[in-house]
């Protein structure tokens, strides 16, 4: 199957805990992003990586951190989590082979007490 | 101001009526892409169209550059037709970043 995954789904922790986030995709694409979506569904870019390499950094506070081991995975980092970091992220693929036309994955949720 | 508009911010049908969504915005563009977002649920895209108009069922998305706008049309609405739809566009201005901004959605409730 080729699609973008995401892991975990749902995330629960305490306000100063560290987090992370997996993504994967199986589309052969060469660029990858995290967007943040908020309790009122609006959607921000957050990152965006291009065969490894950073490519958008949106203003984001320095506690979050994108890790890119290879450009079918983009892993996101939260050092130590707030309570306005509650949200669901998506990460999603794209290439300009296929114009930059983007997919997504299912998200994770977080929910910071 | 706000590079993506939607319009309406929400909307409610009964099944069987046409749903017209506009996007408006205030750049010109790379690229324009339409979501569908079930509550809960990922984001779906549904068409690629930077410019023209696109066919996929009962759905037909037209780009019109000139004017600055994107419509989704969707006819003979269905109960399961209900979610958000939401437009992006890459800003001319991002030379192949890909980067999206997206519009805040139209909310499509669709009754029986």
């Known amino acids: 199957e080729t699609a973008v995954f995401q892991t975990p789904n749902y995330h629960v922790t305490q306000v100063g805990n560290e987090v992370s986030f997996n993504c994967k995709q199986t589309?052969?694409?060469?660029?990858m992003y995290w967007y943040k979506q908020d309790s009122k569904k609006l959607l921000k870019i957050m990152f965006s990586?291009?065969?490894?390499?950073?490519?958008v950094n949106e203003t984001v506070p320095r506690r979050f951190s994108p890790q890119s081991s290879d450009k079918a995975h983009l892993n996101l980092r939260i050092k130590s989590v707030e309570p306005e970091d509650s949200a669901v992220y998506l990460c999603?693929?794209?290439?300009?082979?296929?114009?930059?036309?983007?997919?997504f994955g299912p998200g994770t949720r977080l929910t910071v007490l | 101001g706000q590079q993506v508009q939607q319009s309406p911010a929400s909307l409610v049908l009964q099944e069987g009526e046409n749903a017209e969504l506009q996007c408006n915005f205030s750049t010109s563009l790379n690229s324009m892409q339409w979501f569908y977002q079930r509550p809960g649920g990922s984001l779906v895209s549904l068409f690629y169209?930077?410019?023209g108009t696109k066919h996929s069922g009962r759905l037909t998305s037209t780009t019109v550059i000139k004017e600055r706008r994107s419509s989704l049309h969707i006819s003979s609405s269905q109960t399961t037709d209900s979610g958000t739809y939401l437009c992006?566009?890459?800003?001319?201005?991002?030379?192949?970043?890909?980067?999206?901004?997206f519009g805040d959605g139209t909310v499509l409730t669709v009754k029986p």
């Open positions: 992006a566009l890459e800003p001319a201005y991002n030379t192949n970043t890909g980067k999206l901004t």
């Open positions: 990586y291009n065969n490894k390499q950073l490519i």
């Open positions: 589309l052969g694409h060469d660029t």
């Open positions: 999603a693929s794209s290439s300009l082979r296929d114009r930059y036309e983007q997919y």
């Open positions: 169209n930077p410019s």
